[in-house]
């Protein structure tokens, strides 16, 4: 059974930093492209960064140069770290699996989320 849990929420400081983990199992995985998504009150869910199986990495918008992600294979994690966050950042962040190696704009499997909160 898939299961993705992500941890490092909280509320800061514009200007601050946050790292955000999720913690994956079920599932094979360092042959699966993993993403992380979010998605604030009243507004659609958007695409933040995704990492294929081999590394190779993509942003959302403009927030490459604040976010970068990345994976670690020995402990089936998924890392989002985010700096100089901004207000507009505030947001629900989850993590998601997609079946295939590569990325593309569909993902299967989903986690609960963790909340962030940048206060001005």
């Known amino acids: 059974q898939v299961r993705l849990v992500e941890s490092g929420g909280g509320s800061v400081q514009a200007g601050e930093s946050l790292r955000l983990s999720c913690a994956a199992s079920g599932f094979t995985y360092k042959s699966h492209c993993m993403a992380w998504f979010r998605q604030a009150p009243g507004k659609e869910r958007e695409g933040v960064a995704s990492?294929?199986?081999?590394?190779?990495?993509s942003y959302g918008g403009d927030l490459q140069g604040r976010f970068t992600i990345s994976r670690d294979n020995a402990k089936n994690t998924l890392y989002l770290q985010m700096n100089s966050l901004k207000p507009e950042d505030t947001a629900m962040y989850y993590c998601?699996?997609?079946?295939?190696?590569?990325?593309?704009?569909?993902?299967?499997?989903w986690g609960q989320g963790t909340q962030v909160t940048v206060s001005s």
């Open positions: 990492i294929s199986f081999n590394g190779r990495t």
């Open positions: 998601a699996v997609r079946r295939w190696p590569y990325c593309s704009e569909v993902f299967d499997y």
